[in-house]
Each structure stands twice: as C-alpha cells, then as structure tokens.
C-alpha cells in the first residue's frame, strides 16, 4: 500500500455536487492498493496512519501523533499512486483490482475507526472533487514496502 499523507486545518471531498466527507484539524490520506497488498499491508497503514507524529507540541516540534491533538481523517481511494510513468502515458496494472482494493481500503477505514478516530471517505472509483487545506505544509509519502 502506498498513501500520500498532508497535515491539514480542514478538508473535504464531494461528489455529484454534494459534499461526501469532510473533516477539521486532521489528516487527508490519498490510499492506494498494490495488487501483492493483503490483510498485513492493511494493518500497518492503519497503524501508521493513526500513530505518525508529525503535530507540533507545545515547543513547536513535530512530536505528538493524531489522538493526541483529536484529529479527524479523510481517506480517500487512489489507485493512481500506483502509476507507471516510464512512458508519457502512465500505465496502472500494478494497482489491484477492484476486488481487492476496495475491501483492503474498507479495511484501513474500519482500522482507524476502531481505534477511535473519525473517519470520512470519499467512494470507490467515483470522480471525485478534493480540497484541502494543508498545515505547513506537511505532506508524508508511505509505502508499507518501506514501513
């Protein structure tokens, strides 16, 4: 699993015109699922997610995690951070499919709900219209190959 993490004041996502999700002080989680990810790769993005600490303390240092400061989460489905950019048309075969994504990212959502946090989404494979608000900004890159 791959997930393109931002620090932010705010974010939504909406869908059709309507708003699906939206969040205060959190984090905005851009989720893709390889097609090799499982049950395993799920959990570990889960505890990442809810455990990096990357809000700013009462000293200004980057050292308390999301319950901490009660952060919200929106994660949002992204197959794209999969892409193969060798050529100038990117190629995405080493995303998983729909029937494995879909229910590894419900996985990751039902994870971070479980230990506590709010969680929003956006929906599977719609066209979605994202806005954040970043705080920083702080934008981390994880990859459960590298966790």
Excluded: W
């Amino acid at each position: 699993m791959r997930a393109v993490l931002t620090r932010v004041n705010s974010a939504s996502v909406t869908i059709g015109g309507a708003v699906k999700g939206s969040i205060g002080k959190g984090f905005l989680v851009l989720l893709g699922v390889h097609e090799d990810d499982g049950e395993a790769e799920a959990l570990k993005m889960a505890d990442k997610i809810c455990g990096l600490r990357i809000f700013t303390d009462a000293d200004g240092k980057m050292n308390l995690n999301p319950a901490a400061v009660g952060a919200e989460l929106l994660i949002i489905s992204q197959f794209t951070l999969f892409a193969d950019c060798r050529s100038r048309r990117p190629g995405f075969s080493k995303a998983a499919r729909p029937e494995t994504a879909i229910p590894l990212y419900e996985r990751v959502v039902a994870e971070c709900r479980r230990r506590g946090f709010k969680t929003e989404t956006g929906e599977f494979g719609a066209k979605m219209l994202v806005e954040s608000v970043n705080d920083g900004p702080v934008t981390i890159i994880l990859d459960t190959k590298e966790l």
